[in-house]
Antibody, heavy 125, light 109 residues
Framework: QVQLQESGPGLVKPSETLSLTCTVS??????????WSWIRQTPGKGLEWIGY???????TYNPSLKSRVAISVDTSNNQFSLRVRSVTAADTGVYFCARDAGATSPLNYNGVDVWGQGTTVTVSS | EIVLTQSPATLSLSPGERATLSCWAS??????LAWYQQKPGQAPRLLIYDASNRATGIPARFSGSGSGTDFSLTISSLEPEDFAVYFCQQRSKWPPEITFGQGTRLEIK
């Protein structure tokens, strides 16, 4: 079965860049049926979708974060990554990588069916 | 942005009772709505997708219903392991975005 594992620093200084990587095992990021997502859970906003990327490299972001966020995919290493620039304390939280199962028709939605365990990121000097 | 509002914020029930959780969308999302269960220290787990379809391995006591702006998750007879936080989530096509509700905490009475 597909498993996802986040990795990256747990502590980032204010104004710096947060960088996380998600390694996919038991499946392929090149699957044409899925979108590879980053979702965070913060005390201020609860669960918040950050964005997702398709294996082709096409990405979509939360409009509220779009100016600071970039998601990339590395098909050769079966990974996808997140970068958040100019972080503040409001970016502190648990970051999940996840697999969005997308839709099989224009009107349906199959949900986020696989999640990583989450990694805690604290923004502090 | 489509806003999802969940009600109640906290629901106190006993094992064996029936639980009904609600989720309202600020505009129609069709049936593009999912429900998740989250326990402390864990990632959310997909329960229901496309408003009413149970995900793989989810017990039959969990059911979802609704379309448009009004949705509900029902747990027919609560088991001890069902006490957790539940979130609804929508995925809209245009503009492409995903939003979550603020959650309902289901606690033991």
């Amino acid at each position: 079965q597909v498993q996802l594992q986040e990795s990256g620093p747990g502590l980032v200084k204010p104004s710096e860049t947060l960088s996380l990587t998600c390694t996919v095992s038991g499946g392929s990021v090149s699957s044409g049926s899925h979108y590879w997502s980053w979702i965070r859970q913060t005390p201020g906003k609860g669960l918040e979708w950050i964005g997702y990327i398709y294996y082709t490299g096409s990405s979509t972001y939360n409009p509220s974060l779009k100016s600071r966020v970039a998601i990339s995919v590395d098909t050769s290493n079966n990974q996808f990554s997140l970068r958040v620039r100019s972080v503040t304390a409001a970016d502190t939280g648990v970051y999940f990588c996840a697999r969005d199962a997308g839709a099989t028709s224009p009107l349906n939605y199959n949900g986020v069916d696989v999640w990583g365990q989450g990694t805690t990121v604290t923004v502090s000097s | 942005e489509i806003v999802l509002t969940q009600s109640p914020a906290t629901l106190s029930l006993s094992p064996g009772e029936r639980a009904t959780l609600s989720c309202w969308a600020s505009q129609s999302v069709g049936t593009s709505l999912a429900w998740y269960q989250q326990k402390p220290g864990q990632a959310p787990r997909l329960l229901i997708y496309d408003a009413s379809n149970r995900a793989t391995g989810i017990p039959a006591r969990f059911s979802g219903s609704g379309s448009g702006t009004d949705f509900s998750l029902t747990i027919s007879s609560l088991e001890p392991e069902d006490f957790a936080v539940y979130f609804c989530q929508q995925r809209s096509k245009w503009p492409p975005e995903i939003t979550f509700g603020q959650g309902t905490r289901l606690e033991i009475k």
